[in-house]
């Protein structure tokens, strides 16, 4: 400890912060983030695949989620070290670029982590390691467009983009209803992507959820839900060609202020009262008539009164429709939200082909859906479960066929799964190697190696002999020269995935491989750990 002063004469105390630190250097510190990026990844290797296991994690205010999502089970586990960071980090950008094939990067990143640790010991330099894994990589990321097939799909031919997605919800917990959820998944993106762009806007594809039903129930609607009701029972449940009058206006005559004083003494006097009461609702109501509405959606409430005379008049309202709502009616249907009654006029209402009120369960429990709206390409996916656990995990295993359908609408190429698309890089990684002269062919090899940890672990997690199974497919491959044979999963009795139609999208598979290696530099690269020590 040092005292100094500063400008102003104050006085302050240094401490040296060397002596406070612990530090790791050279191949220790690399030893030690090594086994910090194998850690995280051993905990997601079983997790992988058709067959892999779930996961559950309880967060620190009770919360439980149950998950097969790599992106989300590193996402809520607390790691405090910061090369698992990095692993984390890893996973949130493989899932933010392609969305899918979460666990499959951090599997990766751990083989290869693994391989560099057996050359390190060996004595080969981490830059040559580094260096070997960044030429693997790039023979890697050809050969699989090398292997890749496009695929026509249009209107009318939706399979393979519906097989592709089923590929990714296979191994998620929902896998039960794969068929139906990867069609509304593949619907859905249809319906709000620009094909001639090649672009969809996720954004348009709301996904929400009601705890009930089953997972079967799970349904696309062409439009929006609310989850409202009819202020009155006795109201139509069903609008055909609705025009929708939103209003942020309250529904009712203006209360007195304070400073105002109604002095009410005579019977008379109170029947006016209420008469001018009636006859404000029923101006009110008649301006609604007048302009053509045959719905009011009001964000603020109306009284028992009003709603009578509103089921009298029929004229069907939905009351409390919060801001939010409001707003995304207010645009799918092409409507203005009006803030004062004198505002309203028939330009300002909103269209929908049909508006609904649909009923759940035995309680009061009812929904609104606005469906086949004027303006907008929304939809909404709206998923049911027995319990909320369920509801989140689908929610979460629709966001990554949705990312799957994206992603093919952008660029239509595939490989093949189950790990043979890594067998396929992994014999092409491993001929290129004798090419290199240099130490760097040792790291090329590792590199194949590595590479064969997917389809190893996709075997293990599936309750097959790891190691014979691998060499069998990868013989087989070499014998046939066709890179379509991967490890039988479900044990459907071939190992042709072409046969099994279990596709990947080539971006996604490519992404994984880069961003491994990125992170797997980048640690190989660190030979000096300073951090704070513990007391
Ligand atoms: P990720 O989060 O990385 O997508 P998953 O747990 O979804 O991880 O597993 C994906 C892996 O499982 C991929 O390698 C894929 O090829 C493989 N896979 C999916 N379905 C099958 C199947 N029916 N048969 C064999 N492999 C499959």
Redesign the pocket.
Known sequence: MALAFDEFGRPFIILKEQEQKTRLRGLDAQKSNISAGKVVARILRT????K?MDKMLQSPDGDVTIT???ATILEQMDVDNQIAKLMVELSRSQDYEIG??????VVMAGALLEQAERLLERGVHPIRVAEGYELASRIAFEHLEHISHKFEFGATNLEPLVQTCM??L???IVNRCKCSLAEIAVKAVLAVADLERKDVNLDLIKVEGKVGGKLEDTELIYGILVDKDMSHPQMPKQIENAKIAILTCPFEPPKPKTKHKVDIDTVEKFQTLRKQEQKYFDDMVQKCKDVGATLVICQWGFDDEANHLLMHRNLPAVRWVGGVELELIAIATGGRIVPRFQELTPEKLGKAGLVREKSFGTTKDRMLYIEHCANSRAVTIFTRGGNKMVIEETKRSLH?ALCVARNLIRNNSIVY???SAEIACSIAVEAAADRYPGVEQYAIRAFADALDS?PMA?AENSGLQPIETLSAVKSQQIKENNPHF?????DIGTND?RE?N?F?TLIGKQQQILLATQVVKMILKIDDVISPSDF
Request: net charge negative; with cysteine.
């Open positions: 997790s992988l695949g058709p892999g097969n999502d790599g899918d094939g979460t666990t499959g990067v590929t990714t296979s191994s998620k990554d799964g189950g790990g997917v996709l991967g490890i039988d999963c479900n995935m099994q279990v990947e």
